[in-house]
């Protein structure tokens, strides 16, 4: 079983809707959690960055992580073709590493 | 605006030759930089934790002598592909930490190399 599992998708929205992404972990000691998103040929961007459960809104982007579940989500809002990407999810420990642990990344296309 | 400039962007070059990729941190120091290889529709794959002033740590199965790390300066970090191969051929990223440890990192826009 792998860390983090993430569906690859793809995921094919029309423009307007709401798009909801998640990741299961499995590892409890993970407390820092984030979503990046990259485009093709581009490095990652970050979107979001939460510590430990609640939820966290930045424009169009909620992220959320219940930590009860291993279960983390971002949902993006009023979806617009430019947010088609690959979006990541990946976590860490914080630790003295601070490696993170990514998930597969799902492919979301957003059609005009 | 990107914090982690990353140099070339793609790179093509013959089999057996020497590859430098450059990952600088804009505006901040990084103590901390990592690197990263992704395969075409694959997740990023970490190769080696670089800290300004020691040796790099690589992950296993990373050859140290193949991939080349140095971190000279809290700006700079540097990897080397010594005698590339078609088979080095990937997408390498580069990320640094803004910051403490529990903070985020940063990707550079990432280096396309290519061996022919």
């Known amino acids: 079983q792998k860390e983090v599992e993430q569906d690859p998708g793809p995921l094919s929205v029309p423009e307007g809707a709401i798009v909801s992404l998640n990741c299961t972990y499995s590892?409890?000691?993970?407390?820092?959690f984030m979503w990046y998103r990259q485009y093709s040929r581009k490095g990652p961007e970050l979107l979001m960055y939460t510590y430990s459960s609640g939820n966290k809104e930045d424009g169009r982007f909620t992220a959320q992580v219940d930590k009860s579940s291993k279960y983390i989500s971002l949902f993006i809002r009023d979806s617009q073709p430019s947010d088609s990407a690959t979006y990541l999810c990946a976590m860490s420990g914080g630790g003295a590493t601070n490696k993170l642990i990514f998930g597969t990344g799902t492919l979301l296309a957003v059609q005009p | 605006g990107a914090v982690v400039s990353q140099h070339p962007s793609w790179v093509i070059c013959k089999s057996g030759t020497s590859v430098k990729i450059e990952c600088r941190s804009l505006?901040?120091?990084?103590?901390?930089m990592f690197w990263y290889r992704q395969f075409p529709k694959q997740s990023l794959m970490l190769m080696a934790t670089?800290?300004?002033?020691?040796?790099?740590?690589?992950e296993q199965g990373v050859e140290k002598d193949k991939f080349l790390i140095n971190h000279a300066s809290l700006t700079l970090s540097t990897l080397t592909v010594t005698s590339a191969h078609p088979e080095d051929s990937s997408f390498y990223i580069c990320s640094a930490l803004l910051g403490g440890r529990s903070q985020p990192q940063h990707f550079g826009d990432g280096t396309r190399l290519s061996i022919l």
């Open positions: 590892n409890s000691a993970f407390q820092y």
């Open positions: 505006d901040f120091q990084a103590t901390t």
């Open positions: 670089s800290n300004e002033g020691s040796k790099a740590t690589y």
